[in-house]
């Protein structure tokens, strides 16, 4: 898993990038508190749910 900001300067949304998927909703930032309490999990937890675990 990659994670990245997407969006113009100031005005960035969090993403993953095995396919491109907003994590807007799990996280205002990928910054350090947010990977500190589990932001990875959660992310991945989330994704496999709405995906059923694959990448396409």
Do not use: F, W
């Not at 113009?8 to 500190?36: F, H, K, M, N």
């Amino acid at each position: 898993m990659k994670l990245l900001r997407l969006g113009a300067p100031g005005a960035e949304r969090p993403a993953d990038d095995g396919c491109t998927y907003d994590l807007t909703g799990l996280s205002g930032d990928i910054d350090g508190p947010a990977l500190a309490t589990g932001g990875v999990r959660s992310g991945q937890l989330t994704l496999a749910k709405h995906t059923n675990g694959t990448n396409s």
